[in-house]
């Protein structure tokens, strides 16, 4: 079982930056691929950026590509989401996702590959 917590959501003006962070117990980061989707209201959730379980291989959707960085901490047990130049659009409850059954340098991308998620963390981008 793993227990997934994240923290660092909040305002921003268009622009402004914010990091998302995913506190992981249960399992140690490093034996995980991770993800970052997020669901805006009214539509469905969608992948944002993915790490593979080695750490060397990370996906992005082409709408955060460029301006979204995943990350991990081993030490920390901690998986973030460092998000630059925010846009409106960018508005959404974002949520973090392991899965530990994966090729070690594969990123699932679909929201059905992941076996445990986090409560969520709501990012609001002003204009």
């Known amino acids: 079982q793993v227990q997934l917590v994240e923290s660092g959501g909040g305002l921003a003006q268009a622009g402004d930056s914010l990091r998302l962070s995913c506190a992981a117990s249960?399992?140690?980061?490093?034996?995980?691929?991770m993800a970052w989707f997020r669901q805006a209201p009214g539509k469905e959730r969608e992948f944002a950026a993915g790490?593979?379980?080695?750490?060397?291989?990370?996906v992005y959707d082409h709408s955060v590509k460029g301006r979204f960085t995943i990350s991990r901490d081993n030490a920390k047990n901690t998986v973030y989401l460092q998000m630059n130049s925010l846009k409106p659009e960018d508005t959404a409850v974002y949520y973090c996702?392991?899965?530990?059954?994966?090729?070690?340098?594969?990123?699932?991308?679909?929201?059905?590959?992941?076996?445990?998620w986090g409560q969520g963390t709501q990012v609001t981008v002003s204009s």
């Open positions: 996702a392991v899965v530990y059954r994966a090729a070690d340098t594969r990123v699932p991308t679909t929201a059905n590959e992941y076996a445990y």
């Open positions: 249960g399992r140690t980061v490093s034996t995980l691929a």
């Open positions: 790490l593979s379980r080695s750490g060397g291989n990370t």
